[in-house]
C-alpha cells in the first residue's frame, strides 16, 4: 500500500501563492511519476502538474507558467508552487502516484482544499 500525504492547501487572494506538498509511504519502491490533479465543483479531475523520477515534467494547460512542479526522490515528496492565483484555480487537490513497472500500483492523496478568493 502506497499512503500519500497532502498538506499546504488553504485560502489566499486572487494573486497570491501557495505551495502544496505530497509525501509518499508505505515501504513500496518509489512511484515513476507523481502528480498534481485538481477538480472543481462540478467539473471534470484534471492535470495540473506531474513529473517522473527522472525530473521530466509535464503541465496542464489550466495553470501552465503560473505553476511549478518538483521532487525529492530520497524523501519521496512532491511540491506544487502556484503563483498568480486566480479565483478560477479554487478546487480541491489530489496527489496522485503511478509506478509502470513490478510492482505497479496507482495512488491517490484524500485532497487538500484551495481557494482563491477574489
Known amino acids: 500500500q502506497v499512503e500519500l500525504v497532502e498538506s499546504g492547501g488553504g485560502l489566499v487572494q486572487a494573486g497570491g501563492s501557495l505551495e502544496l506538498s505530497c509525501a509518499a509511504s508505505?515501504?513500496?519502491?518509489?512511484?515513476?511519476?507523481m502528480g498534481w490533479y485538481r477538480q472543481a465543483p462540478g467539473k471534470q479531475r484534471e492535470l495540473v502538474a506531474s513529473v517522473t523520477s527522472g525530473g521530466t515534467t509535464n503541465y496542464g494547460d489550466s495553470m501552465r507558467g503560473r505553476c511549478t512542479i518538483s521532487r525529492d526522490n530520497r524523501k519521496n515528496t512532491i511540491y506544487l508552487r502556484m503563483n498568480n492565483l486566480k479565483p478560477d484555480d479554487t478546487a480541491v487537490y489530489y496527489c496522485n502516484a503511478r509506478r509502470v513497472v513490478t510492482p505497479v500500483y496507482t495512488a491517490w492523496g484524500q485532497g487538500t482544499q484551495v481557494t482563491v478568493s477574489s
Open positions: 508505505g515501504g513500496l519502491p518509489g512511484a515513476s511519476t
